[in-house]
C-alpha cells in the first residue's frame, strides 16, 4: 500500500485519485479556521509558492475533531482561506482525522508515523500538554492526532517521511521539504 492507493475528495466533492500528486513531494496538512495554530497558512502558502513550481505540494484537510475549530461550511472555509490568506494550494473535504470515522488516507499515514513529540519551545506546547492528558490520558503513547496542523510529509515515490505535530518549526519542515524535491 501506498499514498497513491487513495482516493479523497476535493472542496466540491469531486473524487480525487492522489496518484495525481506521483513524484511530486506532498505536505498533508489537516487543518482549522478557528485555531490558535491558523496563523500558520501565512508561512504554508509561502512555501507553496516559493516550491510549488519544483513539484510541492500541500494537501490541506478541514477536520473539526478539535475543539469544534472548523465549524463552517465547505463554501466558507475555501473563502476563509483564499480571503485571509490567499491560499492557492489544494483544500480537500472536511474529513475526520480519529475514530471509526478517519478517513481512510489519515488511519493509513497513523501507521506510518506515530506521534512525533510537541516542541517544548513552542509557545502553544503547554496548553496542548494542559488539555490532552483530559481527552486522552495516554496520547503519547498512541498514533492518534493530537491537534489540528499536524503534517505528513511524502516523498516523490509516495512514502511517508516524516510526521510534524502543530508545533513543529515550519523552517526544519521547508528544509525538509527542499532536500526531497532535489533528491
Known sequence: MSIYDFTVKDADGNEVAL?????????????ATECGFTPQYDDLQNMYE??????FVILDFPCNQFGNQAPGEMDEI????????????????KIKVNGPDAAPLYKYLKSEKGFAGFDPEHELTPML???LPQIDPDYKNNSEIKWNFTKFLIDKRGNVIERYEPTADLMEIEHKVDILLNE
Request: glycine share 10%.
Open 19 to 31: 496518484s495525481e500528486y506521483e513524484g511530486k513531494v506532498l505536505l498533508i496538512n489537516n487543518s
Open 50 to 55: 516559493i516550491y510549488g513550481d519544483r513539484g
Open 78 to 93: 475555501v473563502s476563509f482561506c483564499d480571503s485571509t490568506y490567499g491560499i492557492t494550494f489544494p483544500i480537500f473535504e
Open 129 to 131: 500538554e494542559n488539555i
